[in-house]
């Protein structure tokens, strides 16, 4: 399964760090040992249905408990019926630099 995720939580952060409350999302994707690519603008990850789906909450609600007052999550999801892919590599790799 392939999904990506952007967050907007309000605020995107603190005072100090104006994307905390982004990067605190960002963090338990890379904590999940899923294979992952950060856009300027969402996440794409890859994993199994249980997996990302698991993934996509606890990344929607990292946003909450890192301080924001609220967050909406914009999720695409794309499955196969037999899991096989595409994978992330097969969709960007001819056109990487």
């Given at each position: ?27 338990v ?18 994993g ?27 999720i ?10 595409p994978?992330?590599a ?8």
């Open positions: 399964m392939l999904a990506e995720i952007q967050v907007s939580p309000r605020p995107s952060g603190t005072p100090d760090d104006k994307y905390a409350h982004v990067d605190a999302a960002i963090a994707i890379q904590e999940s040992g899923l294979t992952y690519e950060v856009g300027a603008m969402g996440t794409f990850v890859q199994s249905p249980d997996e990302v789906w698991a993934l996509l909450r606890a990344v929607h609600e990292a946003t909450i408990a890192a301080g924001a007052d609220g967050v909406q999550s914009n695409k999801v794309s499955e196969g019926a037999d899991d096989a892919g994978t992330i097969d969709l960007v790799t001819k056109f990487r630099a």
